[in-house]
Each structure stands twice: as structure tokens, then as C-alpha cells.
């Protein structure tokens, strides 16, 4: 099977992005710069999968780098083709045609009449065309003359990145260029032969022209066979038969002896049944060339630092991953990019088409077959899901595939790929270490009355409501729709009960008053007469209210509060909230696995520091075992590819 192009867009379309692979296979400086690209990238991507990606990326790059150089917006927007050349090569023809009838003269030679070479030359361009059909020429010029000459003429004079552009856009616009070359050819030809034809007649109307014949070496019945093999399609087109030619013999110094008015209606005859086949070429020409200008196959070129991968997906089993989309799927700091074509078939050398033989009368050889630096079979490469973490087992999957030296550049484009991935993991395992704290650190108030299970219930639902929120906007379309999972559990806790401010103030006034009345009375002799003791009464019941409201206050325990229990309840609460995360990600795993992946003395150590420092501690564990998690799902995941594609060879 045949490999097909990297893609097809309209002609408007195809400019750009030809446009866009000329800065990028090119040195143009400060035009178009590897942050430019990934820029483009980014937008692109951000349209969604209902735009062609390649389209809405040159699209981009086309309008910053039309901001910086007007001449290539004037590029874009200038028009490279226009119906009225095709009138004009016509008109052309057909002016031809009415003079190259005049060469003949008034008296006409029948073996010597201008008009059989012109008939004879385009016979032989049919001959040409059907060989070039069937059999694939030795030797293709990439541009003929016909196609330099057109390019000259309508690329800019200067030596401008225009023109460079433009020159770019003719190298792969090849096939729709020989296809209009080949239109204004044919419509050229075409108007000559009608040319022939009306300038037979036209002098015919106002000459007496004469017919006759001489020769060396033919006698009447050689030039009989002839006329009667050459006129024969004409004679059966017109039913007239064709004269004898004997009485036309004439002598080197004689002039024809007879009208020409059956001859020229049988040569008029002849010239459009040789003029038939270019009309049907002429239409061909036409409905290329439009087909062309709506759907051109375009094979974008690469720098040297760019992979060119090539996938085998016949049953589309990567659509909905990143890799399930042609064109360029990333690009890194350095300039590197991977180019990614998807194919039904592996690429197998084959002849030509006929299309592409008959490009060939033009100068224009067939569309190249890029070179691959690695082909792989989408059964090879893990399950397809929108998620970035089947992504990322994909990456890691064309890893082994790529040669030595071309690991290079794929471990920058994987970098490049990974880096915003695990910033974005930072920013959600901060959110997590947050959640959790405020969870296991931060006391629940009761209200009086309240069951304390039920509202400990209601408060941690609550939290994984908000992070299940935040993890969503932080994901944006990755993010799953789920429900937030809710525990159902009993929790274990603990009630805190404010202290009674006026029993400690009494206790703490009898127990002092009593110790300052003694201490007086012994000093004084028994002379105080009480008077110690109630003033040691009123100063520990001061001193013992300030202590209680003070204790009270550092302890938090003005009111009635919850506080989960850490060695029992936060095991369990660092799984729901791991849970929350997994479901954002469309992963699921057995509860006793993320519960195999804690190691609870060393999250109980981090949530027993002060409470500022607490979602510092646990970041960290975080991002420890969410890594642990995600190579477990990757883990279940290949083997369960692995036995489906057992199952189903």
C-alpha cells in the first residue's frame, strides 16, 4: 500500500502552513523562534480536536509572523492564480491557430501542407502521455520549463523572505502548479486546433482555394492510399468520401487544378477528432486543478533536529490520546519537534500512479515518501486515554524505539513535555498536603447538640468537595466529572470541652485565700483578723480566671470542637484525598493498594509539627506516593493490554 501525504488542506490553508514549515526548516532569526513554536503549539491545541491541529497552528504562526513582516501578509493575501489565464491561453491558441493556417497559402500543397505537422506533433504528445502512463520515465526532472518559467514570473524579484516563502510554496505545491501548467497547456493546444479549423473556413470564404499535389518519389495510387488512410476518420465523421487524387497531379511549374472545398471539410474534420482527446485532457486539467486547490496533499518537510514517527492504526485504537492526531505533538526549548504521521498500512515502494507519470510531461516528479526515524504499531503502544497519565506511559513507550543518535533530542522533547506536567503535579499535591491538614490539624467546632460522627462526616465530605473542585480547575479538561468519593466510615475522634472559667476561679480564690490568710496571721500574730484570707481570696480568683482563659485560648478549646484521632483516622483520611486526586485522573485502584502505599509513621510524624508547618511536611510525602500510584496503574494497565492483545491477536 501506498503512503499517503502527511495531510491535504485547501490551497489558503495549504499557503500557511507551508509558510509556517519554511520558518521552521529555515534559519529566519528573530521571525519565528522555538518559544514562537510552542506558543503556536499551545493555541492550537487549546482549539480542541474538532480543528485540524496543523491547520489552527499555521493559522497562528502565519498572523505573529505576518505582524512582523508585512511582505509575507501581502504573500498570504496575494492571489497566485485567476481564471482568466486560462481564457487567455485559449485566446492565445486560438490566435496561433489562425495565423499558422496562413502558412499554407492560397493554393494548397497536399502532401506539403503545414497543417499535418501540427496534427503529426500532437499525436505524438498522445503517444507520450499514454507511455508515461504505463511506464515510469528513467529520468524525472523535478521542474520543467513550462513550471521555472510560471514561478519566474510571478516570484518577487528581491531577495526577501517573501520570496524565499514563495519558493517554499512552489517546491510543495508541485503536484497543484503542474496541474495548472498542464490546464493553460492543454487550453492552449486546444484554442490552436480551433484556431485550424476556423481559419480553414474563414479564407475559404473569401479565397478560391486550389488543392493539388506533387512528388518525387509517390504515384496517385501511393498518394491515394494515403489520403485515404489519413482522411478515413473524417470520411466516416462527415460521410463524404474522399476525392480522387490523380486529376490533382500537377507539374513542378504548375499550379492545383481544383477547388479545395471537400478537402478542407475533411481536414477541418480531422483536426477535431485530434483536438477530441485535448478537450478531454482539458477538463482532466480542470477538475485537478480545482481538486487540487480544495484538497492538496502537503508533505511538510522537517529540520535536522526534528523525529518524523510513524504509527500503524487501522483501527484508530489511538484517537483519543496524543498521539492519535497528525502533525507536530511536541516541540522543545532547543528546536526540536515530533512530526507524527498516521498510517493504515505500513508504507510499501510502489510504481507510480498514473497522475503521477503524467506529471512527469511537466517537469514535476511524484509527492516524496518522507524517511522515518521510527515506525510502531499502535498495538505495541499502551491503551489511548485523554488523561496524561496514559499519555505519559505512551511517551515512555517510543522511548526504545528511537535510534541512538536521535535519543537526544527525544529526551528533550520528553523533558519538554514532563516539565509543565510535574509543575502541575506540584501545584496539586500542595493542594492535597493542604486538605489533609486542615482535616487532621485544624479542630471541627461542634454546635451544642450536634452528633459529633455526623458532623465530622459532613465536614470531611465538604473538603474533599472543595479539593475535588480545585484539582478540577487546575486540570481543566483532563479533570474528571465525578462524584467526590465520601468515606461512610465511623471516624475516629476526639471531643475537646472548654474549661470552666468561674470553678477554677473559686477553687483557685478558696485554695489561695486560705494560704494567705494562714501566711498572714502567722506573721502578723493573729492581728489581720481574716483580712489576709479574703484578700488572697480575691487574687487567686483573679490569677486563676486569667490562667484558665489563657490555657483556654492556646488550646483552642473556648468551645466544644472535634479532633480526629491521627494514629487511627489519618491513614484513612490520606486515602480519600489520595482518592479524590486518582479520580481526577480517571484512575482506578483497589483501596488496599493506595493503602499499601502509605507509610503511616512517617505522615503522623509530619501532621504532629506545628500547624504552619504541617502541609510543608506532607507535600513532599504526597509526591512520593503519587508517583508510587502511577507507575502501580501503568503496572495494570500494560498487562491488561498485554492479555487483551493475547485474547485478540
Known amino acids: 500500500m501506498k503512503l499517503e501525504p502527511d495531510f491535504v488542506a485547501s490551497e489558503a490553508a495549504a499557503r500557511r502552513v507551508a509558510l509556517l514549515d519554511w520558518a521552521e526548516s529555515h534559519d529566519v532569526g528573530a521571525l519565528w523562534s522555538a518559544d514562537d513554536a510552542r506558543w503556536a503549539t499551545q493555541q492550537a491545541r487549546a482549539e480542541g480536536a474538532a480543528v485540524d491541529f496543523r491547520l489552527a ?23 497566485l492564480w485567476s481564471g482568466s489565464w486560462a481564457l487567455a491561453a485559449m ?28 496534427l503529426a506533433l500532437q499525436l505524438l504528445a498522445y503517444g507520450l502521455l499514454f507511455v508515461l502512463a504505463f511506464r515510469r520515465p528513467a529520468l524525472l526532472v523535478k521542474k520543467g ?48 486546433n480551433l484556431g485550424l479549423i476556423g481559419g480553414l473556413y474563414l479564407r475559404a470564404l473569401g479565397l478560391e482555394i486550389l488543392i493539388g499535389w506533387e512528388s518525387t518519389y509517390l504515384d496517385a495510387t501511393q498518394v491515394q492510399r494515403l489520403a485515404d488512410l489519413l482522411l478515413a476518420p473524417a470520411a466516416w465523421l462527415t460521410g463524404l468520401a474522399v476525392p480522387d487524387v490523380a486529376p490533382l497531379r500537377h507539374a513542378a511549374l504548375q499550379g492545383p487544378q481544383a477547388l479545395a472545398a471537400d478537402w478542407l471539410h475533411l481536414m477541418a474534420a480531422t483536426v477535431a477528432l485530434v483536438a477530441l482527446p485535448r478537450l478531454l485532457l482539458v477538463l482532466h486539467a480542470a477538475w485537478r486543478s480545482w481538486r487540487l486547490a480544495h484538497a492538496l496533499p502537503l508533505n511538510v518537510g522537517s529540520g535536522p533536529a526534528d523525529l518524523r514517527l510513524l504509527l500503524i492504526d487501522p483501527q484508530r485504537r489511538l484517537a483519543g490520546g496524543l498521539l492519535g492526531q497528525d502533525g507536530e505533538r511536541l516541540s522543545s526549548p532547543e528546536g526540536d519537534r515530533l512530526l507524527l504521521t498516521l498510517t493504515d498500512a505500513a508504507p510499501e515502494t510502489l510504481p507510480a500512479t498514473w497522475g503521477g507519470r503524467a506529471l512527469a510531461l511537466l517537469g514535476a516528479s511524484p509527492a516524496r515518501i518522507p524517511a522515518f526515524d521510527a515506525c510502531a504499531a499502535a498495538e505495541s503502544l499502551p491503551a489511548a486515554t485523554p488523561a496524561w497519565p496514559a499519555q505519559r506511559r505512551q511517551l515512555r513507550a517510543l522511548g526504545p524505539l528511537w535510534p541512538p543518535a536521535r535519543q537526544g533530542a527525544w529526551q528533550r522533547l520528553l523533558e519538554a513535555w514532563e516539565a509543565p506536567v510535574r ?59 465525578d462524584a467526590v468519593p465520601s468515606a461512610g466510615e465511623a471516624w475516629p475522634h476526639q471531643v475537646l470541652r472548654p474549661r470552666s472559667v468561674a470553678r477554677n476561679s473559686v477553687l483557685s480564690g ?37 490562667l484558665t482563659e489563657w490555657l483556654t485560648r492556646r488550646q483552642g478549646r473556648r468551645t466544644t470542637s472535634l479532633q480526629v484521632d491521627l494514629v487511627e483516622a489519618a491513614p484513612l483520611l490520606i486515602g480519600e484525598v489520595l482518592n479524590v486526586w486518582l479520580a481526577q485522573l480517571g484512575l482506578r485502584l483497589p483501596a488496599a493498594q493506595v ?47 498485554n492479555r487483551t492483545h493475547g485474547a485478540h491477536p
Open 145 to 192: 520549463p513550462l513550471l521555472r518559467l510560471w514561478q519566474r514570473l510571478l516570484t518577487p524579484r528581491t531577495r526577501s523572505r517573501a520570496r524565499q516563502a514563495l519558493a517554499h510554496w512552489w517546491q510543495l505545491s508541485l503536484p497543484l502548479q503542474a496541474a495548472r501548467c498542464a490546464l493553460l497547456w492543454h487550453l492552449a493546444l486546444l484554442g490552436l
Open 57 to 79: 497552528r499555521a493559522r497562528h504562526a502565519a498572523q505573529r509572523m505576518g505582524e512582523r513582516d508585512d511582505r509575507l501578509t501581502e504573500l498570504l493575501a496575494r492571489p
Open 595 to 641: 493503602e499499601a502505599a502509605l507509610d503511616a509513621p512517617a505522615w503522623i510524624d509530619a501532621l504532629k509539627h506545628a500547624p504552619a508547618e504541617v502541609p510543608a511536611r506532607l507535600q513532599p510525602l504526597f509526591a512520593q506516593v503519587c508517583e508510587h500510584l502511577l507507575e502501580a496503574a501503568d503496572r495494570r494497565d500494560l498487562s491488561a493490554d
Open 510 to 546: 478558696v485554695a489561695g485565700g486560705a494560704a494567705t490568710g494562714l501566711a498572714a496571721d502567722v506573721a502578723a500574730g493573729g492581728l489581720t483578723l481574716g483580712a489576709g484570707a479574703l484578700i488572697g481570696a480575691v487574687v487567686g480568683g483573679v490569677a486563676g480566671s486569667g
Open 423 to 481: 509543575e502541575r503535579e506540584g501545584q496539586a499535591q500542595r493542594l492535597m498536603a493542604q486538605a489533609l491538614a486542615t482535616l487532621c490539624v485544624q479542630p471541627l467546632h461542634l454546635p451544642d447538640g450536634a452528633e459529633p460522627q455526623t458532623q465530622l462526616r459532613k465536614a470531611v465530605d465538604q473538603q474533599l468537595q472543595v479539593l475535588a473542585e480545585k484539582l478540577r480547575e487546575l486540570y481543566g479538561q483532563d479533570a474528571a466529572t
Open 91 to 118: 485566446v492565445g491558441g486560438l490566435v496561433l491557430g489562425l495565423g499558422l493556417d496562413r502558412l499554407g497559402g492560397q493554393q494548397l500543397n497536399l502532401l506539403a501542407l503545414p497543417l499535418w505537422g501540427v
